[in-house]
């Protein structure tokens, strides 16, 4: 069982950034894929970025070049550096884990999550 919590929520101005983290529970996190999905209201889930266990990562065209996502296994903590923020990133942004092997961007396959965290851009 791997419990989630993702922290760092505000409002910035578009241009500005923000760093979302998210802590997790459990001794097995160091072996979970660990990806971040953002939802806006009206919309789907959507996926942001992945990181495997190994350090691999994968992004959203939308976002390459202006998120970053890292991990720290020795504090179960995996981070998102959002750089260059832009109104349409404006969104609940979520973490997640899976226990994939490959990078995977569909929500259905990730085990856990968060409880989300809001991000709001103003133009």
């Known amino acids: 069982q791997v419990q989630l919590v993702e922290s760092g929520a505000g409002l910035v101005q578009a241009g500005g950034s923000l760093r979302l983290s998210c802590a997790a529970s459990g001794r097995t996190f160091s072996s979970y894929a660990m990806g971040w999905f953002r939802q806006a209201p009206g919309k789907e889930r959507e996926f942001v970025a992945v990181i495997t266990w190994n350090g691999g990562t994968v992004y959203a065209d939308s976002v390459k070049g202006r998120l970053n996502i890292s991990r720290d296994n020795a504090k179960n903590t995996v981070y998102l550096q959002m750089n260059s923020l832009k109104p349409e990133d404006a969104a609940l942004y979520y973490c997640?884990?899976?226990?994939?092997?490959?990078?995977?961007?569909?929500?259905?396959?990730?085990?856990?999550w968060g409880q989300g965290t809001q991000v709001t851009v103003s133009s």
């Open positions: 997640a884990a899976t226990s994939s092997r490959v990078t995977v961007r569909t929500p259905a396959r990730y085990e856990y």
